[in-house]
């Protein structure tokens, strides 16, 4: 039996079909790891581009980001304290989700996007101490709508960049690699 299937395996037909296996496998890994960081439909198409060409500062609606580890998502009571002033948000069909959420009182379920899994340890507040701006890892706002990752939030990128700020300084590199820095 052992016999056979070995040599069915060394046969042409036997590892085209390993090679097609293999890269249904791999392909798969691929289109797992995308999965967890594409951009899903949110509940309101929020125009971050807008808002920033309108001269809304970050902060004012991610409080957190420098005070801690959570950045945080404006409530739709600011929203409204803007919103109920404009005329834009009688008209607008983007708005009536907002709207509905101020007549029902009931949040809105923001999708996260930005993420990294529980067992890591991210704070914004030492990155914010360290003068890096919201660009550095979020992208440019300006020029997009509802958030999307520039890159994926993975390991070898938060390492890059310690590596990078590291420099010179070894005391700091060893602190900025090690792995109870990053993780529990
Ligand atoms: C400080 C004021 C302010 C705040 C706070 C604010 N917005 Fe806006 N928003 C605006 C302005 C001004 C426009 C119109 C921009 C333009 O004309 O390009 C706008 C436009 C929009 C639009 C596009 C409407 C359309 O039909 O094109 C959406 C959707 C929207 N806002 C959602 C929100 C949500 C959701 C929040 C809270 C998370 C929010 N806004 C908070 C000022 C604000
Ligand atoms: C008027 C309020 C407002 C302003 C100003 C604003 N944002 Fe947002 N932001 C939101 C809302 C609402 C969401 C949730 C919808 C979405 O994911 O697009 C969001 C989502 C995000 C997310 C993803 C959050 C998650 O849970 O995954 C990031 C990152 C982000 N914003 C960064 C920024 C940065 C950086 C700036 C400044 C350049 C900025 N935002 C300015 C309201 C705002
Ligand atoms: C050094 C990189 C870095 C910088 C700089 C940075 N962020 Fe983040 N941000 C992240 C990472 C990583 C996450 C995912 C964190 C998590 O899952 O706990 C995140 C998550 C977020 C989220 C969604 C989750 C939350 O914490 O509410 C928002 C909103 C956000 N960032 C806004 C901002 C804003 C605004 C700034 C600038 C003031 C900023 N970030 C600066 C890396 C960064
Ligand atoms: C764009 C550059 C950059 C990226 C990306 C980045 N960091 Fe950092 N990180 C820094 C800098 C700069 C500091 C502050 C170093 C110092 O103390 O001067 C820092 C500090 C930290 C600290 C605090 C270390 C301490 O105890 O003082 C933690 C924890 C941390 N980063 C985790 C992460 C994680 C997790 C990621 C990825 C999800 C990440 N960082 C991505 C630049 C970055
Ligand atoms: C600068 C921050 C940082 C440091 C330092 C760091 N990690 Fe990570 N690690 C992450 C992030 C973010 C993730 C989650 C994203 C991913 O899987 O790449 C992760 C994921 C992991 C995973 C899960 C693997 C996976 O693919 O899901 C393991 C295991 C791990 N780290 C081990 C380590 C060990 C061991 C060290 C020390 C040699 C270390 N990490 C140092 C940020 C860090």
Redesign the pocket.
């Known amino acids: 039996m052992v016999k056979k299937i070995f040599s069915w395996l060394i046969s042409p037909l036997g590892w085209i079909s390993l090679l097609i296996l293999a890269l249904i496998v791999f392909s798969g890994i691929i289109w797992g790891i995308n999965l967890t960081q594409i951009t899903p439909e949110q509940p309101i198409e929020f125009p971050h581009d807008r808002h920033i060409s309108f001269g809304i500062q970050?902060?004012y609606?991610?409080q957190?980001?420098?005070r801690g580890?959570?950045?945080?998502?404006p409530t739709q009571t600011k929203c409204w304290g803007c919103h109920q002033q404009l005329g834009i948000t009688k008209t607008s069909v983007l708005l009536k989700p907002l709207v509905q959420a101020i007549e029902k009182n009931e949040p809105i379920q923001w999708i996260?996007?930005?993420?990294?899994?529980d067992f890591?340890k991210?704070?914004?507040r030492p990155?914010?101490a360290a003068s890096?701006?919201?660009?550095?890892?979020?992208g440019d706002l300006s020029k997009l709508t509802i958030?999307e990752n520039p890159q994926i939030?993975n390991m070898g990128w938060?390492l890059d960049?310690h590596v990078e700020k590291a420099g010179d300084d070894y005391e700091k590199l060893v602190k900025l690699t090690d792995c109870g820095t990053c993780h529990y």
């Open positions: 970050c902060l609606c991610h957190g980001a420098s580890p959570v950045a945080g998502l996260p996007v930005a993420t990294v899994p890591v991210f704070n914004h990155h914010i890096l701006n919201c660009e550095a890892c979020h958030y939030l938060c960049c």
